[in-house]
């Protein structure tokens, strides 16, 4: 077992999960051989019965397993629930299709009062192959907050592009996070991760990146970031005046706020008109991305953003097309390149 005295709570949201998949999920934090944690499971109102039976009885059989179900109003809902339930010292976010690296506490023994967040190496695998991205020396990032800011802001190159914007693979202080009364947007179905960690790092004085391999990210092809879906349009809307309140709030952010607003963009023409899957008439689908052209101000937005940004070719190219208006293009080279 380790050495840690301290209570650390792992916040789960379920949707629609398969019960294999939570099984692992919950596995892997077991298996950590933790003395003192709780696991929350937070069902977002999933639709099959037998997640809701199968979360009953984990409840019943596993010590320190606390279960909520929740009408479906999305996962910063439910991790906000599972916020309020938790009475840990620390806070881990893992997503119920994600597993945590085996004996990753066992290289965390030293765990400093004082951290507010602790950042760790992570793992994306497709289920064939997996590829570890790392820092590779231990940092204290709390002088380098400007580029924490930039890096979740997705300015290329900043910190690697390491995926600080994410909120799993961290390790957060609940009395940091209670003191600075941090919770996710419940009007925010996409990207909450980003808003909530830029209000982290904007509250916090004390981040740690430790070079541990910790988490597991399970690409999932059939998830919402890969499928159409039109309902992006008015989550993005939201996320982007979400995110610009927040610029007003903070001027610092300012500087590299035209890289958020680009990918953003480019996430909703990805997820709705420029879909491989759409199949609007050129006609139709250049009329629509015009307007939203218009409506977000994104040819004033594209000006701000040079060529020599992007050290990748690809990335010129899409600039290039984006900034002017070659949609049609666009939409040939989605759907050869994804």
């Not at 320190?64 to 916020?83: D, F, P, W």
């Not at 002017?324 to 390149?337: A, I, M, P, T």
């Amino acid at each position: 077992m380790t050495d840690l005295t301290k209570k650390f709570s792992f916040i789960i949201p379920i949707y629609n999960t398969g019960i294999e998949i939570i099984e692992k999920c919950i596995c892997s934090i077991l298996g950590q051989r933790i003395n003192n944690f709780e696991i929350i499971l937070v069902n977002d109102g999933s639709s099959d019965k037998v997640i809701d039976d199968f979360c009953k009885e984990l409840e019943s059989t596993e010590s320190g397993l606390i279960y909520i179900y929740q009408e479906n109003q999305g996962s910063a809902v439910a991790r906000n629930k599972g916020l309020d339930m938790a009475t840990g010292d620390y806070i881990f976010f893992v997503d119920a299709d994600d597993t945590l690296v085996e004996e990753s506490f066992q290289k965390y023994l030293n765990l400093s009062e004082e951290v507010e967040i602790t950042c760790f190496d992570y793992l994306i695998t497709d289920g064939q192959n997996s590829t570890n991205y790392s820092l590779n020396s231990k940092m204290d990032l709390s002088n380098h907050k400007n580029r924490l800011y930039a890096n979740i802001m997705y300015k290329p190159g900043v910190l690697d592009d390491f995926a600080f914007g994410a909120i799993w693979g961290k390790c957060f202080s609940r009395q940091f996070l209670e003191k600075n009364n941090i919770r996710f947007r419940p009007e925010l179905r996409k990207t909450q991760d980003r808003i909530f960690m830029l209000e982290a790092f904007l509250h916090s004085s004390n981040i740690l990146y430790l070079p541990i391999p910790f988490y597991n990210y399970h690409v999932n092809p059939n998830s919402i970031t890969h499928v159409k879906n039109f309902k992006m349009l008015d989550y993005c809307e939201r996320l982007i005046n979400c995110f610009n309140d927040l610029v007003e709030q903070y001027p610092e952010l300012k500087k590299d706020s035209k890289y958020f607003t680009y990918n953003i963009f480019q996430e909703m023409l990805l997820l709705t008109y420029l879909n491989k899957y759409s199949d609007f008439p050129s006609k139709i689908y250049v009329s629509e991305i015009t307007k939203i052209y218009k409506r977000f101000k994104l040819d004033e937005g594209l000006r701000e953003i040079n060529y020599q940004d992007f050290n990748n070719s690809g990335e010129k190219i899409k600039l290039f097309l984006y900034k002017n208006r070659f949609f049609r293009v666009l939409k040939y080279y989605y759907s050869r390149v994804k």
